[in-house]
């Protein structure tokens, strides 16, 4: 299989997971602020010119973070990284959707792409203003929901990944994050497979 991802973007959840489940593939490097992402090459392989991109052994392509990773935990049982039981698989998809449509999707974007939210330079302090309270409200929501274990289910599962890639934006802006949510992003750091994927990605780990 191909992954392509970007350092340190939402893609290092999916890289996360792939190491996890120790599955052997190829990482392609997209270098967004070059834009790779709008290649012909890249858009006749996902026309949404968004990483992460899942190349299957099949040869085709997978996009949209909640996708890569459900396909992950069905194609790969053995690993559990669902629940299992409808219930429980429904509240991993629930947390897993909304860190990557709300806290990601509506909150960090504001942060890291004013420019596309704001026509204007006079509105972009106002733009990332949003950003943060939206990004903050989405910690609140999820601190609450967090298992007394520290992850978001009892056991590790695809929420975490995502959640994990969140926190991690926030620890790199200096956006507090709030007890529960710190004891995940935490938890997650003590993972070896989350230690090895960041410095594979080329952060330091002190
Ligand atoms: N909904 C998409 C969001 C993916 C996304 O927005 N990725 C960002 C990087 S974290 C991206 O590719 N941005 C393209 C750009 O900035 O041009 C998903 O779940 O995969």
Same mark, same amino acid.
């Given at each position: 299989m191909k992954l392509y991802l970007t350092p340190g973007s939402c893609s290092t959840g999916i890289h996360i997971l792939m190491e996890e489940l120790d599955l052997v593939f190829e990482a392609h490097l997209v270098n967004l602020l070059n834009g790779d992402q709008n290649t012909p090459e890249y858009l006749a392989m996902n *026309?949404? #010119? !968004? /990483? @992460?991109t899942l190349v299957r052994n099949d040869g085709t392509a997978l996009t949209e973070f909640p996708a890569i990773a459900y396909w992950l935990a069905r194609s790969y *049982?053995? #690993?559990? =990284? =669902? @629940?299992? +039981?409808p219930d429980g698989d429904a509240r991993v998809i629930e947390l897993m959707d909304y860190v990557v449509g !709300? /806290?990601? $999707?509506? $909150?960090f974007t504001r942060i890291f792409t004013t420019d596309k939210f704001a026509?204007?330079? #006079? +509105?972009f302090d106002a733009v990332k203003a949003q950003g943060m309270d939206i990004v903050t409200r989405g910690f609140a929501v999820v601190n609450d929901s967090l298992s007394p274990q520290g992850y978001v289910m009892d056991t590790f599962s695809i929420a975490d990944a995502a959640l994990f890639y969140v926190e991690f934006w926030a620890d790199k802006t200096g956006i507090s994050l709030p007890e529960m949510c710190l004891k995940h992003y935490l938890l997650m750091l003590q993972r070896p497979v989350v230690r090895r994927v960041l410095m594979e990605e080329g952060y330091r780990l002190d």
């Open positions: *026309p949404k #010119a !968004t /990483i @992460p *049982p053995k #690993a559990r =990284l =669902l @629940p299992g +039981d !709300t /806290i990601h $999707g509506l $909150g026509l204007h330079e #006079a +509105d």
